[in-house]
């Protein structure tokens, strides 16, 4: 079981220079609302495995991520956990507790050494109640994870755990500039396998069989997918089947 994060009274000030202007939520806010938030914010360095709030915690803080990777979870009813959504630097997590007051509605964990930023509820309701351009980006924000949060409920629904690696994946290619369909910043296989409900062997497997009919091709922490209307395809199969270039169907 991942360490659990201290209680808020334990954090530290700021243990790096925050540039608030760089990170995205506040980019154009006026400088007389940055410096009211640079003087409540506070830093804390969360190790790996950490969590950074749990389910049903108090929501006293909006977090953002200055450094590191995280992954939302939740937990089934038999017990097992469920990844949800990747945070990287430049994300911030924690909005909905912060707006209706209610408990976490999932937990975070740290999966690499992590820089977070700590804005207490006041100051964070303050900062959207008085910057229409944060609540703009809020919304959108919420509109996006919805939608997220519908596609990972279809991928879960598919029976088929070599179908449900496909339509993650799908869901990650992203259209680089020049065209080029790449999944950038691509999850470990472990972390694929939470988010999919099935083993790390067997994301391993399916991402071999996409590499092995040139599909994909593996480019450090990056997959560049060559052949995105494949992908889509075996995706949005009832079986997950990939199909070489000029040849007959292959299965796993």
Known sequence: ?????????????????????KIPLLAGVSAEMLTQVQAVMQVRKIPSGTHVLHKGSPGDHLLFVLSGRLQAVDMTEDGREIGLNLLDPGDYFGELAIIDGLPRSASVVALENSLIAFLPRAQALALIYNTPTVVERLLKRMAASIRRSADYRTIL??????????ALLNQFAQVAPGGLVVIDKLPTQQEMAIMVNTSRETVSRAIQLLSSKGVVEKDLRRLIVRRPNELRRVANSETATVEAPGAARATE
């Not at 629904?157 to 496909?166: E, S």
């Open 1 to 21: 079981m991942a360490a659990a994060l201290d209680t808020p009274d334990d954090l530290q000030r700021p243990v790096a220079q925050v540039h608030l202007d």
């Open 157 to 166: 629904g598919i029976p088929n755990a070599f179908q449900r690696v496909f």
